[in-house]
């Protein structure tokens, strides 16, 4: 893949704007403006480059140029309350080919190790958050394995106890049987959750690992 990043854009009602980059899951970050919005996702570029390693895509994310943004999707109070995206744009609604659904699920694969690395790396206790106070590591991690099944994956018809998720060999059952479900439902052309395009659901849990992995990176002491 070759040209510019592209970037979809969720416009709150009042006071966030979330820029996703639609060809890498995960790189979503939000501004109080589409300038602010694109310039905090463009800091995160370098971040985001361990992922693309990862992933076995470091040279494609390489070529990456400027951010374009391809589409504004109108948001809603969500947008503006959580500072994530909640709107599924157009562009993300097209059933993805065989080759491309394999290169975003090999990029989604690629955040959950991102996370378990930044994650087994970090200290028990973490730096307070910006607001003083937040979650210790392993409460992060807990949230992170957690939410994924009984609020993202269920989309899918993945619905992996709590008890079994909190375990790794359960952990790689549930993240195999997702990926399965996946492709299942992008076969088949199926809405996740009769909402969620599959573009649009591999884009937010990889936001969901990214985005804690980012937290614990930065509350590192």
């Known amino acids: 893949m070759t040209g510019n990043l592209r970037v979809i854009l969720e416009i709150g009602k009042k006071r966030r704007v979330v820029a996703g980059a639609m060809d ?7 501004g109080t403006s589409e300038d602010d919005a694109l310039a905090k996702l463009t800091t995160y570029l370098p971040r ?5 390693e ?24 969500s947008t503006d309350f959580w500072g994530i995206a909640h709107i599924p744009s157009e562009i993300e609604r097209d059933v993805l080919s065989p080759p491309e659904l394999e290169r975003r699920l090999d990029l989604l694969r690629a955040c ?20 003083g106070g937040g979650r210790t590591r392993d409460e992060i991690i807990r949230h992170v394995h957690v939410s994924e099944p009984e609020q993202l994956t269920r989309k899918v018809e993945v619905r992996t106890p709590r008890e ?4 790794a060999n359960g952990r790689a059952t549930h993240r195999e049987a997702t990926l399965d479900a996946i492709r299942a439902y992008n076969a088949e052309g199926r809405i ?25 990176e930065d509350r590192c002491g």
Do not use: C, N
Request: net charge neutral; glycine share 8%.
């Open 48 to 52: 985001y480059a361990g992922v693309a």
């Open 24 to 30: 890498w899951p995960g790189l979503d970050r939000w």
């Open 164 to 167: 079994v998720v909190l375990t």
């Open 112 to 131: 959950w190790t991102y996370f378990d690395d930044t994650a087994e790396r970090a200290p028990a206790e973490l730096r307070p958050g910006p607001r």
């Open 54 to 77: 990862r992933a076995g895509m470091a040279s494609e994310y390489k070529r990456a140029g400027d951010a374009d943004v391809v589409e504004r999707v109108p948001g809603s109070s």
């Open 192 to 216: 996740a959750g009769r909402t969620w395009p599959i573009q649009f659901l591999i884009r937010r849990i990889a936001h969901h690992l990214m985005d804690h992995a980012w937290e614990i």
